[in-house]
């Protein structure tokens, strides 16, 4: 679990050196290093599910027979009752969650303002001209 805490700590992290949309070649190689990210987190987030998903197992087995008979037809009550049990398991379960949503998002607007940016470089090449 550390190491997954520690991954989404790192892009927490990273995210916010990106360099300014002038500064093209620092963009592409911000742009590769993002990809490198993501790519890392399916891994992570595969190991984060797998976690997860044992830690719910465990609980539900280990769960007293007044409780289970509570929670048993309700996935949203069993899902409580998980994170209620492992709230710092949750936690990093849900940052990682997070930063999947982080780096999309920001790889969709990174190349968004990079293709601006260029497409504005280009007009304004040709109108100096």
């Known amino acids: 679990m550390m190491e997954i805490k520690a991954f989404c700590d790192e892009?927490?992290?990273?995210?916010?050196t990106a360099p300014s949309a002038e500064m093209l070649d620092e963009c592409d190689e911000y742009l590769r290093q993002l990809s490198a990210y993501y790519s890392r987190y399916t891994i992570i987030s595969g190991m984060n599910e797998s976690i997860y998903s044992y830690l719910m197992m465990s609980c539900i087995r280990d769960m007293p027979e007044e409780e289970y008979?509570?929670?048993?037809?309700?996935?949203?009550?069993?899902?409580?009752?998980?994170?209620?049990?492992?709230?710092?398991?949750?936690?990093?379960?849900?940052?990682?969650?997070?930063v999947?949503?982080?780096?999309l998002v920001t790889s969709e607007l990174y190349r968004t303002l990079l293709?601006?940016?260029?497409?504005?470089?280009?007009?304004?090449?040709h109108i100096t001209t």
């Open 69 to 98: 008979k509570r929670v048993k037809h309700s996935s949203t009550l069993t899902d409580f009752y998980v994170k209620g049990k492992y709230p710092k398991a949750t936690a990093i379960f849900e940052q990682c969650r997070a």
């Open 100 to 103: 999947k949503q982080l780096l």
């Open 115 to 125: 293709s601006s940016f260029r497409q504005e470089r280009i007009l304004v090449g």
């Open 11 to 16: 892009v927490n992290a990273w995210i916010s």
